[in-house]
């Protein structure tokens, strides 16, 4: 697309009809394609209301949204082509009788042509590492098993933005890693929106907005936000285990256990007389 | 109370071409004022395991014991006020139009008279710092505050073991962090607790024992800190960057808990701890 802008927001405003408060409140971004941005912040911070803004679910109070140079609000069919979501329960997603059903389910309703739904199917079936279980029935499959169909079903339809809505928060640390490692290998081919509450799976993400109580109360870079505490509290963020741990022992940025031992092992005295 | 679980196999839809073998012979016991944290991947059997605990599930073979009498001789809604049972995404069974009736709920079923159904929800919602939610409907509450409230609902009916299946999943870190504390302040008041969870960092804070279930069958079971680092590729991140870091250095020990790990780090970085 020529439009050197993904995804752009101007004094986005929105409420939800009878709540007292605003759910989003003047917001303004600008994501340039390839680029993978996480959104944080607490329960009701705004996230998911941005999520539905940027695909048309939702229509704006008042501000503009313009996703791959459209409008969801206007043309949300046009933007629904182009941006896939993933939301956080895939019980609630998966629609076929079979895995490779499923996938092709978006390019039935687009009309694309058989031939090519067979290879784009088989492709991001594969792609997801799936291949194999095109005549698997979903509901036999495991949690992080059935977020990976409902990904490469986003992926057949090719967009140029995905938006992720706490893809893991229903699955265990397998299946988490397994839909992790999808959604890293697709960094910067594609522009990613993934919201979260696991700030460990934001470490290689290029920027991180934060919201909370409607506003972006932070756009900024994943270890930026890991180093300031003051603005992790204010928006009921925690820290992971690993990169607390450092912070607590006034070392750098550590994100494996193994980092972290050794910039201990490093710093102490009876290693450095090891040395 | 002590319950106690002897080679319990559980098959769903047996006899049929469904047939699925989720729990493969399972022996642990849950002593009286301990948290016993269970553990495992999605599939390994925990919900199935919990849902022995008061009978909801009857063993295909095995046994169920508690206090050493056969549950089965027991009175079934007795044993299930008596054990506490919080499924998943409890909020899902929150009906009321207040918070107030909503909890006041079970302990009406049980018969008790209106003033002491008032008091038992009154503090039982001061117990999970939700006394000032009493009066709003419960659909209008925040993930963790509807968390709490259908919590309450069970410890409403008094029970003397409570049982959370994944408690935490799905809320922000501070209102996970808030339940654990929840937790902590449960065992304090004297109750046990069966901790279901797959996130083995919040299990390290609070259990005093840890079950990991794996293929329907117990991999592991004992003291934390013998379960973790026995096998730190199942432990939470405390114990595996003391487990990384303490292969030369026995003086760091076998932490678990933050502040244990914490403190152990500081006195290898020469820190008065």
Not at chain 2, 77 to 102: H, I, M, N
Not at chain 2, 103 to 111: E, H, S, Y
């Amino acid at each position: 697309m020529a439009d050197p802008t993904s995804i752009s927001c101007e004094h986005l405003t929105f409420s939800y009809p009878g709540a007292a408060e605003l759910a989003l409140s003047d917001v303004s971004l600008k994501i340039p394609p390839g680029q993978y941005v996480g959104v944080v912040g607490p329960n009701g911070g705004g996230k998911s209301t941005l999520v539905r803004l940027l695909n048309g679910l939702l229509t704006a109070d008042s501000g503009r949204v313009q996703v791959a140079g459209l409008d969801p609000a206007t043309e949300p069919f046009e933007v629904r082509r182009l941006v896939g979501v993933l939301f956080q329960n895939p019980d609630n997603g998966l629609v076929a009788p079979f895995v490779e059903d499923d996938v092709a389910f978006g390019l039935e309703n687009l009309g694309v042509e058989r031939a090519e739904m067979r290879e784009r199917v088989r492709e991001a079936i594969a792609s997801v590492g799936l291949a194999g279980y095109e005549r698997r029935e979903p509901h036999t499959l495991s949690g992080g098993e059935k977020q990976r169909v409902a990904l490469a079903g986003l992926l057949a339809v090719r967009p140029e933005v995905l938006l992720l809505d706490e893809p893991t928060a229903m699955l265990d640390a397998a299946g988490r890693e397994e839909v992790l490692s999808r959604v890293r290998d697709l960094a910067g081919s594609r522009t990613v929106l993934h919201v979260t509450h696991h700030l460990q799976e934001l470490f290689d993400a290029d920027r991180v907005l934060v919201l909370n109580g409607g506003r972006l109360a932070a756009d900024t870079t994943p270890l930026e936000l890991f180093s300031d505490a003051e603005l992790l509290r204010e928006n009921r963020l925690v820290l992971p285990t690993v990169p607390k741990l450092a912070a607590d022992l006034g070392l750098p940025f550590c994100r494996t256990p193994e980092e972290l031992a050794a910039a201990v092992a490093r710093r102490s005295r009876d290693g450095v007389q090891a040395r | 109370m002590r319950i106690e679980l002897q080679g319990v196999r559980h098959v769903y839809a047996p006899g049929t071409s469904f047939a699925v073998e989720a729990l493969k012979g399972v022996s642990l016991s849950v002593e009286p004022g301990e948290v016993l944290g269970v553990i495992g991947g999605t599939g390994s059997g925990k919900s199935t395991l919990v849902q022995h605990l008061n009978l909801l599930l009857v063993p295909t073979a095995g046994r169920v014991l508690v206090d050493g009498k056969d549950a089965l001789s027991l009175d079934r809604s007795e044993l299930r006020r008596r054990v506490g049972l919080v499924f998943q995404s409890p909020e899902q069974a929150l009906f009321a139009p207040t918070v107030e009736e909503d909890v006041a709920f079970a302990p009406q079923r049980l018969g008790l008279g209106e003033e002491e159904v008032r008091e038992r929800v009154g503090e039982t919602l001061e117990l999970l710092g939700a006394g000032h939610l009493a009066a709003r409907s419960p659909f209008a509450l925040s993930g963790g505050e509807k968390r709490r409230v259908a919590i309450a609902g069970v410890l409403a009916m008094g029970p003397e073991v409570l049982v959370l299946d994944e408690p935490t999943a799905g809320l922000d870190p501070h209102a996970r962090s808030d339940l654990i504390y929840l937790v902590g302040r449960l065992k304090a008041s004297g109750m046990t607790v069966v901790f279901v969870s797959h996130d083995l960092d919040e299990v390290a804070e609070v259990a005093d024992g840890v079950c990991v279930l794996e293929g329907g069958e117990v991999r592991s079971i004992g003291h934390p800190a013998e379960v973790f680092y026995g096998d730190p590729s199942m432990a939470p991140a405390t114990v595996r960057v003391a487990a990384a870091l303490g292969v030369s250095r026995p003086s760091l020990g076998t932490p678990v808990r933050y502040g244990e790990t914490l403190a152990a780090l500081r006195r290898v970085l020469g820190a008065a701890p």
